[in-house]
């Protein structure tokens, strides 16, 4: 008698994964803005990247599960869409969120000076090369963990007196946009850390005075500006509200105030942006 043995085979089939799902919170969509991203749908353990305006941008996980990456749209950013790439896990899983920049209007000031202010002497311009090359470099580093711990800290606590993006125009000739806000502080004033990081610059600079330059992680740096008095080290870490330094009126400028600059994913973005997103 023959005999039939019939095997059960069994299949496990694995669940599709979960989809990612991205979610934008900005106060425009406008050269000059922060955007922070939320993408869920992301295991901590999971590996995240994410590319936008041709540049990779760092990611970390928050503590509500879901992951933040801080996209900048940077001052000199055309009006248009633009994608904002995203892969994680693995297998990797692939989403696309869509920044549509709407156009903006800076203001622009002209204004008659002396000369010596528009025109720096040619005995300085191996200098202003060098220091420009010193913060590309600092700009362009490798984004490493994120390095704040809370919201971020208006560093002295007067109002922003000037308009960020504002282009200047001196005896006829374009300068660079104006990158960051300016807080008119009389000398002396406490310069504060905007948040946790790590000093990364903290040296007298040719156009800028005593400057400090802080890197807060996965790509955001502070730049506090024109201080009379630099009260850090490079290499120290810093707490949120430390004092790193004093308003004052050192390089290029007039008289006493804070300059703050902030950078996210090499990207100049507007301070006050920030604060409103990510402040207290």
Known sequence: MLRVLIVALSATIAAAPEPLRVSAASRSLQPGELVVLAISGVERSDRVGVTAFGRSIAAYAAGDGAWRVLVGIDLDVKPGRYPVRIEAGSPPRHATYTLAVRPRTFRTRRLTVDEAFVTPPASEEARIAREARLLQ???ESPPGERLWTGPFLRPVPHEANSAFGTRSIFNGKPRTPHGGADFLSPAGTPVRAPNAGRV?????LYFSGNTVVIDHGVGVFSMLAH???IDVHEGETVEPGRVVGTVGATGRVTGPHL?????AGGAR???LGLLALLGS
Do not use: F, K
């Not at 300059?259 to 950078?263: D, F, G, L, T």
């Open 259 to 263: 300059h703050w600059a902030v950078r």
């Open 269 to 271: 973005v507007d301070p």
């Open 200 to 204: 990364v610059v903290a040296r007298t």
């Open 137 to 139: 470099s600092v700009w």
């Open 227 to 229: 201080l009379s008095a």
